[in-house]
């Protein structure tokens, strides 16, 4: 009786991702003619030819193509499987692996966290970078949560889920000394010292989109892609800084800085992105949950 060998799945996945047999025998370190003898093997097992053989290179058959999305498909649940026993810690605790945006509010991060900090049986990994990076990583089932300033693009091979947390409009904070001068927006920033996130932050378009409509530029002291370092500089004083108030939100509370101007036209959004996964981690949904619960969202202009 015919029966599915793993390994024939897995080579034959490769196969189809190269179209060719000596580039996909060298990623799987094996000879040419051993890999065409797995493949003749799973050809052999499933009664079809998979691929028909031009000048150009291999190309799926008909039967190729629909065996190839039950192989991605078990494939998938196989390395889940993997993850789920390798990234199990012993003792009945719970791991939970999240990426961070490196720009990421640090505020917002143990806002997200805390439910779960502390907890008995629960051990937190986390890891910083780009957006770019951290998706890989997620897709390469490395981390079960991206937290992010901005949703992930989906297509057909990466269906990640990018949950809205939290939207806020952004502030310029400064020292209390600020608030003294009655700085009108956007008319009295000619040359007024700013702080501002780098220019891949939607909130710095914005405001740079605003200052042009209004004929104004201020002096921008810093740009920085950090808002731990925003958060530092503006406490060091002579500027303001735009940033959401989550950011400086102890500085706030105990009077070190003051929001000068709450900018309703520049929102900041907060993002759990996921990927689709047969064996998701259950503290991924309850923190999701949790904070979305404790944020509802705050009404924006209609005009938005």
Same mark, same amino acid.
Do not use: C
């Given at each position: 009786?015919?029966? &599915? ?55 799926? =058959?008909?039967?190729?193509?629909? @065996?190839?999305?039950? @192989?991605? =498909? ?6 889940? &499987? %993997?993850?789920? %026993? ?9 791991? &939970? ?17 805390? +439910? ?41 091979? =990466? ?52 200052? @042009? ?13 950090? %808002?731990?370092?925003?958060?530092? &500089? ?25 929001? =000068? ?13 996921? +990927? ?5 981690? +259950?503290?991924? @949904? ?19």
């Amino acid at each position: 009786m015919p029966f &599915l060998n793993y390994h024939h799945l897995r080579y034959f996945r490769v196969i189809a991702r190269e179209l060719s047999l000596s580039r996909a025998a060298r990623k799987l370190n094996l000879s040419p003619p051993a890999l065409s003898i797995q493949l003749r093997q799973l050809e052999g097992s499933l009664g079809h030819t998979l691929f028909e053989r031009r000048r150009s290179g291999l190309v799926l =058959t008909e039967a190729g193509r629909l @065996a190839l999305d039950y @192989a991605e =498909t078990i494939g998938r649940a196989g390395e889940e &499987l %993997m993850d789920l %026993m390798q990234h199990q810690p012993r003792g009945g605790r719970h791991l &939970l692996r999240v990426g961070a945006m490196a720009t990421l509010s640090r505020n917002f991060q143990l806002e997200f966290l805390r +439910p779960v900090l502390g907890r008995d049986g629960v051990e937190i990994k986390i890891r910083s970078g780009a957006l770019r990076e951290l998706v890989v990583l997620l897709h390469a089932l490395e981390v079960d949560v991206v937290l992010s300033n901005h949703p992930a693009r989906r297509d057909s091979e =990466t269906t990640w889920h990018s949950h809205l947390l939290a939207e806020q409009p952004a502030s310029l904070v400064g020292e209390p000394s600020w608030k003294k001068k009655r700085l009108r927006f956007p008319e009295d920033f000619r040359d007024v010292p700013v702080i501002l996130p780098s220019l891949e932050s939607n909130t710095r378009l914005g405001f740079d989109r605003l200052m @042009a409509a209004a004929g104004v530029r201020p002096r921008v002291v810093a740009e920085v892609d950090d %808002m731990a370092m925003i958060r530092l &500089l503006v406490r060091e004083g002579g500027a303001l800084a735009l940033v959401p108030p989550v950011v400086v939100r102890g500085e706030i509370a105990d009077g070190r800085l003051v929001e =000068t101007h709450r900018l309703p036209q520049l929102w900041e959004t907060f993002y759990a992105i996921t +990927p689709t996964r047969r064996f998701p981690n +259950p503290l991924v @949904a309850e923190l999701v949950r949790t904070f979305v619960a404790k944020n509802p969202p705050e009404d924006r202009p209609s005009s938005r």
